[in-house]
């Protein structure tokens, strides 16, 4: 379907809006008024760079207050609407939004609303234009969906029409079904905005709170069927209003606005994409770093062995149990210090994955980068991390190990990656989860707010169904904060004391954690004798929950990145939430461990 | 009174919120038991150190999840209970906070809560610890201050008392007049904080929106007036969680939380404060810059006068009318470049206004700079602004300007200051907004959005009575963007026209701006023969409300500076609001008119 987008979703001047929309594969956009009216750009020009960047111009909006009003008040805004109309005719646009007037002035008289909604149709037509006539949430007298329509009905008129928008409907709690009697040809326009459920004022929940499709918690693939069972044909057009979004970079945010509205027509099977492939386990976690010796100490006294090295490139491959970490000191790593950048995923069908990511925007990587290589396939996540599709021994797949030559037999103690834990740009958490959701094919756990000292942290697991992948995606409270947190890696293991006391025999550092923390332990939960006593030795923390226990501690930070050690109980969902705050403040307190 | 503050309403680790706590001439700590738990001290350490700082601890909290439940149930919280009346003895807390049960496992029975409630205080009273019992808003069964009484006043314990939380009780609506019924000596605690009135879930409001007494919209005046006619000699103490606050640096948060309980103790009239001094005019604007040149070529352009020089200092007096800007190109200027530092304030009891200032934690600033300059009050604003207390030409006032040196006879074109705009940090708008009503005695407009191209600023309007002084201040909307908006210095002339096209004629630049507004003026309203090409011509912008009109202009910026030419009917008392997405759209896009 044709796809369009308002520009009031995107930050910027119009022009930059109008080039994030183009590059992100829109076929339109809404011109938003005010948009125009704080550009130096003249309609005609506008018209022309929407040309040249492949973009209709789709919509015209928003007209205001405009119907049921007395005679002489009826007049100006016809006056008004002239103006308007010339305006449209220079800029090329062929319909106008008509939102439900919020005016005190506005009567409650649905035959007038009708009678004068049709002269503007009248007047609309000369000009060779449609008025498409919407309900707001909070409109005076019309605030429905189903009511707009009946005093379009009643009016009759070829130039007028409606125009659905989903937060207006969903956000009242209106039924989208009767949106079937409507005939498609009626619905002159349909745009769609997600949101999360909020118990709040409608209207600042509309101007502040509205997002892409499948980032909120309405419904729209089944608001969307409704509509196409009309036999509408017109654009999918998103119109969102965040305060977030009005800050971010528009090419990234139009891109991920994009990417919903392709899964969108998946979900209602308009679309067809390359089916999900989901990952089946954690291939590899790859660090870049400048020195390789803080890294490969702390690798050490977490008992990995140096196993491979790559053919070509200054990659180590370090390997206990399962859990496998490539230490590369290639040339891109003196930027930014020792960082987590790359994550391997096992994958029943590299190629398929890797299409689908491809067909949803996500940046492509370079198959080989050397020509020696095995072919990898690989795409950006949106925060930059490079995710390879790859399979470890799997019959009928190339390994991604045929690269590395082996320098060791790998010592074999149970150990696996339990989760990753990556630090998201600020503005980026709601589409970093929808991309891992819809891309990858993962499940999103609940999002939980973290007390660091500092401010609160949003973080949201996303995972595969037997919990053999699972990333933790976590973000700040404020722009500036991306830097403050360190990725981790955090590695399962059968007994963390065992586990922990060895990392310290070999020499490692453990996150020293507060007294406080295990006299309310103590509190809390009964333990064995001395059981408590060794957690409060080593600093590990403790949780528990209906289907188990959760026993984890942490390493000093080397750069950007920590190691976490976790006993997870097979029925435990969680990553020890609880916990976060203690652990936090403790990074925050002991300098070595915060890593910036 | 004694007044407290809970250790959440401060970011930091807690020894951080302890110091900012004392610095800010608070008497008491409410210690939050995470942030004992994060602690590395010890509970005796933390005791010692409030004792130290002069901090009372008067509150532990908060134990959930205590009362109304089975039988075994209470046995574990008993358990935990115990644990903790320890742990506050270490910490010589003498007072617990309990709030209602939240949990499924709670009981619908009064009397069941009543017994173990009583239970609970036979075993805190053994540590000669108190129990204040306290209604969440979201409580299971308790959710009101009355029914959390009730139930004290059942369990009839002599260590058991209630607490009052001013958000639980005016979130829900409860009519606060029911407190009298409460003997003052059964309320152990009054935990106090106010909140903007947001409909939206109770939950999520108390947990990231409360903000400090008297910058939300609660009447904490009226509620504390009850509470203080049961005869309740308790602490006042304030628990704020707030998303901001988490982020902001405590020192400066605990100095405001401090001041919002002195105004909230001279409302109800426990507390005297030296009375108000309202400002009746703008004596001067002081710009301070390493490079006069620009800034006075502009206030040449603009019709301004060299009028004086001071005595001792690089400080040059320029005037137009009652306008009069201090040109400062003293040795602090090449920090930051051209920046608004200072306003002079016309004040008929400068004495007076400063020590109002000082008891409200205002710091004071120096009242001689040099042994010959005549004695200024003045203090700082939160946002660093210097606020001098002066007057000019008043009878039995000495003159700021007797430090002067008259150069020239001012040329005497009608023109004054019709306001100033003053960028203020991200975290400290409603401060700022307190500040200058309760410290300075102005009356606080509406707050209003504004749409930048990269975000929502926030803009909120101070004034005296007859707008002789009106003061904007404006937020953006996220840290960073404290940098991107220069304040201004808004003109008050009888013809912008005329002098529009002076300033112009004498070389100055106008912001330009887009055709495509002057289009939209046309469609908005009629205009007489030729008056709109004249906006057009220049650049002004044109608002209209029912008290009349409003016409203005923009300068280029220098430094972090511009100015405004307004010409206001005596009925407007907006600033063009409406206006300013176009103006701020048009500073971004003409690079010279940005300044950074």
């Not at 910027?12 to 590059?23: F, I, M, Q, V």
């Not at 305006?87 to 007038?112: F, I, N």
Request: proline share 6%; hydrophobic share 45%; with cysteine.
């Amino acid at each position: 379907m044709h796809t369009s987008i308002a520009t009031v979703s995107l930050s910027g001047p119009l022009t930059e809006k109008l080039t994030a929309a183009s590059r992100a594969g829109f076929d339109g956009v809404e011109i938003f008024e005010n948009d125009l009216l704080a550009s130096p750009l003249s309609p005609e020009e506008v018209r022309a760079r929407c040309a040249d960047l492949g973009l209709a111009v789709d919509l015209y909006q928003p007209m205001r207050d405009i119907e049921a009003v007395p005679d002489e008040v009826f007049a100006r805004n016809l006056r008004r609407a002239r103006h308007k109309f010339e305006l449209m005719r220079r800029l090329g646009a062929d319909t106008v939004l008509v939102c439900s007037s919020v005016s005190p002035d506005a009567l409650d008289d649905d035959a007038l609303a009708a009678e004068q909604l049709s002269r503007l149709a009248d007047l609309a037509a000369e000009f060779g234009i449609r008025v498409a006539y919407e309900a707001l949430a909070w409109g005076r007298h019309i605030s429905t969906y189903d009511h707009a329509w009946r005093v379009v009905e009643a009016a009759g008129h070829p130039a007028l029409g409606t125009c659905l928008d989903s937060f207006h409907i969903l956000s009242r709690g209106s039924d989208p079904k009767g949106i079937e009697d409507i005939p498609g040809e009626k619905i002159f326009f349909l745009q769609l905005a997600d949101a999360p459920l909020l118990a709040m004022d409608v209207l600042q929940w509309s101007r502040h709170y509205r997002c892409f499709p499948g980032q909120g918690g309405f419904d729209l693939p089944g608001l969307l069927t409704h509509v196409l069972r009309t036999g509408y044909s017109g654009p999918l057009s998103l119109e969102v209003f965040n305060d977030v979004f009005r800050q971010a970079d528009a090419g990234p945010t139009a891109v991920d606005a994009h990417r919903s509205l392709l899964l969108l027509q998946e979900a209602v099977g308009v679309a067809e994409l390359p089916a999900p492939v989901v990952p089946t386990g954690v291939a590899f976690a790859e660090l870049l770093t400048p020195d390789a010796e803080p890294v490969t100490a702390l690798l050490g006294a977490l008992g990995f062995t140096r196993a491979a090295r790559h053919r070509g490139k200054p990659v180590d491959l370090w390997q206990r149990g399962t859990a496998r970490v490539l230490v590369n000191t290639g040339p891109a790593a003196r930027r930014a210090g020792t960082r987590l950048t790359a994550i391997g995923l096992e994958s029943p069908d590299p190629a398929g994955a890797a299409r689908r990511a491809e067909d949803l925007l996500a940046p492509v990587l370079p198959r080989r980068r050397a020509p020696e290589d095995v072919p990898l396939d690989a795409v950006a996540a949106p925060d930059g991390t490079e995710l390879f599709f790859c399979a470890t021994g799997h019959p009928g797949l190339p390994d991604w190990r045929a690269d590395f030559e082996d320098l060791a037999e790998a010592a074999d103690p149970v150990c696996r990656i339990d989760h990753l834990a990556l630090a998201q740009p600020w503005h980026h958490f709601d589409e970093a989860t929808l991309f891992h959701r819809s891309v990858l094919g993962l499940h999103a756990q609940e999002s939980v707010d973290l007390a660091d000292p500092y401010g609160l942290l949003r973080s949201r697991a996303v995972t595969n169904a037997d919990g053999s992948v699972r990333i933790a995606l976590a973000v700040g409270a404020a722009p500036g904060d991306d830097t403050v947190h360190a990725a981790h890696i955090a590695l399962a293991v059968d007994d963390v004391v065992a586990a922990a006391r060895a990392f310290r025999a070999a020499g490692g550092r453990l996150l020293p954690v507060p007294a406080n923390y295990h006299d309310d332990l103590a509190a809390r939960y009964e333990f064995a004798d001395g059981e408590l006593e060794t957690y409060r030795d080593l600093g590990i923390l403790y949780d528990r929950e209906a289907g188990g226990a959760f026993r984890h501690c942490y390493t000093e930070t080397v750069g950007r990145v920590f190691f976490e050690l976790v006993q997870r109980d097979p029925g435990y969902q969680g990553y020890g939430a609880v916990n976060a705050p203690v652990r936090l403040a403790a990074q925050h307190a002991v300098r070595g461990f915060t890593g910036g």
